[in-house]
């Protein structure tokens, strides 16, 4: 079972490093002012994980774009749930609720494409010998 949230996390960095080729507004819509003054070092994915992964985005973002925007939000910018739930005025409960079931669609995505991502025997604590 691959671990979504590990998946997205890597994702977010990769986006997140300009010389990723991919242009997410710097300005996540309805979050300015959020976004963390500075920049940690974060694990990355493979440049064909990332594609992969953005197909899945893609599909989100054509059927639900709110939830799309959530997993940008949080996964790409880093901003917390909970500053999330605030800045849409919704309890937390209901964001991260709605956090999960986008994460859901791309776990789903990604099994109906039965693609092995170069990602998985790290983010699902296995290692090659």
């Known amino acids: 079972?691959?671990?979504?949230?590990?998946?997205?996390?890597?994702?977010?960095?990769?986006?997140?490093?300009?010389?990723?080729?991919?242009?997410?507004?710097?300005?996540?819509?309805g979050f300015k002012g959020l976004l963390p003054p500075t920049?940690?070092?974060?694990?990355?994915?493979?440049?064909?994980d990332a594609l992969i992964i953005e197909g899945c985005l893609a599909r989100l973002q054509k059927k639900k774009p709110y939830e799309h925007s959530l997993l940008v939000a949080h996964y790409l910018y880093g901003i917390s749930k909970r500053k999330i739930a605030k800045a849409r005025k919704k309890d937390e409960k209901l964001i991260?609720?709605?956090?999960?079931?986008?994460?859901?669609?791309?776990?789903?995505?990604l099994s109906m494409l039965e693609v092995q991502l170069?990602?998985?025997a790290e983010v699902n604590g296995e290692y090659a010998a």
């Open 1 to 29: 079972m691959r671990d979504i949230q590990m998946v997205l996390e890597r994702w977010g960095a990769w986006a997140a490093n300009d010389s990723s080729g991919v242009d997410y507004s710097h300005i996540a819509a």
């Open 39 to 48: 920049t940690r070092a974060r694990i990355s994915c493979t440049d064909d």
């Open 118 to 120: 170069e990602m998985d």
């Open 96 to 109: 991260r609720i709605e956090i999960q079931m986008a994460e859901g669609f791309i776990d789903g995505c």
